[in-house]
């Protein structure tokens, strides 16, 4: 059982906009940064969303982060089949640990 | 260009030891807090371990405490993870991370660890 809650999956057609929750709480993201990572099929995740939403260089602005209180929101409009991956948040929390959510896997139909 | 590689990982029986490690490259070694974190086979991220900079903070995940020891030396850029008394649950893809900011910005391609007789 993750600290951080996201659905286990979504899933929508080329083109289209997603969105994926991540619940916490006080103890994590409703005091710290959240980040956001891409673990496409055999990879290492890659860093997508810092301090809740930024993005590193090179990443596109179809990607984008939102948080408010407990929870964040990852974004992804335009979506391509090229972004079929796993997608995680992550925060650190105050029982000096660093928490990620459960992952969700995005199908682009 | 940042590198992380990690090495060390590899068969080992229940009960037994392994010591992984982390060749940083492309960024000042010192200057950056560093994190181990682990996938198991078709499951999600769990963080495992960090170490600051200087080796003055140093955590671990309840599911490793008094079993794993983080450390680093900033004279050779590696980070490294002892892992004594290993159970089949610490069967995993760990990979190393380096902190930039409140992020994981870099990762390295992770080693296999299978704990199996």
């Known amino acids: 059982q993750s600290v951080l809650t996201q659905p286990p999956s979504v899933s929508a057609a080329p083109g289209q906009k997603v969105t994926i929750s991540c619940s916490g709480s006080?103890?994590?993201?409703?005091?710290?940064?959240v980040s956001w990572y891409q673990q496409l099929p055999g990879t290492a995740p890659k860093l997508l969303i810092y301090?809740?939403?930024k993005r590193p260089s090179g990443i596109p602005d179809r990607f984008s982060g939102s948080k408010s209180g407990t929870s964040a929101t990852l974004g992804i409009t335009g979506l391509q089949t090229g972004d079929e991956a796993d997608y995680y948040c992550?925060?650190?929390?105050?029982?000096?640990?660093?928490?990620f959510g459960g992952g969700t896997k995005l199908t682009v139909l | 260009e940042v590198q992380l590689v990690e090495s060390g990982g590899g068969l080992v029986k229940p009960g037994g030891s392994l010591r992984l490690s982390c060749a940083a490259s492309g960024f000042t070694f010192s200057s950056y807090s560093m994190n181990w974190v682990r996938q198991a086979p078709g499951k999600g991220l769990e963080w495992v371990s960090s170490i600051s900079s200087s080796s003055s903070y140093i955590y671990y995940a309840d599911s490793v405490k008094g079993r794993f020891t983080i450390s680093r030396d900033n004279a050779k850029n590696s980070l490294y993870l002892q892992m004594n008394s290993l159970r089949a649950e610490d069967t995993a893809v760990y990979y190393c991370?380096?902190?930039?900011?409140?992020?994981?910005?870099?990762w390295g391609q992770g080693t296999l660890v299978t704990v199996s007789s």
């Open positions: 301090e809740n939403n």
């Open positions: 006080s103890s994590n993201i409703g005091n710290n940064y």
């Open positions: 992550g925060t650190w929390d105050s029982s000096l640990s660093w928490v």
């Open positions: 991370a380096r902190v930039v900011g409140y992020s994981y910005g870099d």
